[in-house]
Nanobody, 124 residues
Framework: QVQLVESGGGLVEPGGSLRLSCKVPGSRFNYYAIGWFRQAPGKEREGVSCISSSGGNSDYADSVKGRSTISRDNAKNTVYLQINNLKPEDTAVYYC?????????????????WGQGTQVTVSS
């Protein structure tokens, strides 16, 4: 019932930056907290970040803390994830998802709706 569409991935050299986008069509976007997850080949999907419906609160995994910023523009029905100082270990398919109204622990089981993902590759 909730559709999410990621974009903005690509090939970036180590130390570079990307801004990923998650667009959620519909009038209820402003009621949803939005999280970002990533999954590298052969690894489990892991949480990256979450932003509250108001944008006033955010959460980051230790792996990206200090070099990532999550934000949202409710007028555009879009959540952004900026990642700076990209490392090869950031290479993964990045997914956005929603647990509903509030951010909860960044676990896959806590999130109900998912986008299709966007590929991020960090390589020189």
């Amino acid at each position: 019932q909730v559709q999410l569409v990621e974009s903005g991935g690509g090939l970036v050299e180590p130390g570079g930056s990307l801004r990923l986008s998650c667009k959620v069509p519909g009038s209820r976007f402003n009621y949803y907290a939005i999280g970002w997850f990533r999954q590298a080949p052969g690894k489990e999907r892991e949480g990256v970040s979450c932003i509250s419906s108001s944008g006033g609160n955010s959460d980051y995994a230790d792996s990206v803390k200090g070099r990532s910023t999550i934000s949202r523009d409710n007028a555009k029905n879009t959540v952004y994830l900026q990642i700076n100082n990209l490392k090869p270990e950031d290479t993964a398919v990045y997914y956005c998802a929603t647990p509903g109204v509030s951010c909860v622990t960044l676990r896959v089981a806590n999130y109900d709706y998912w986008g299709q993902g966007t590929q991020v590759t960090v390589s020189s």
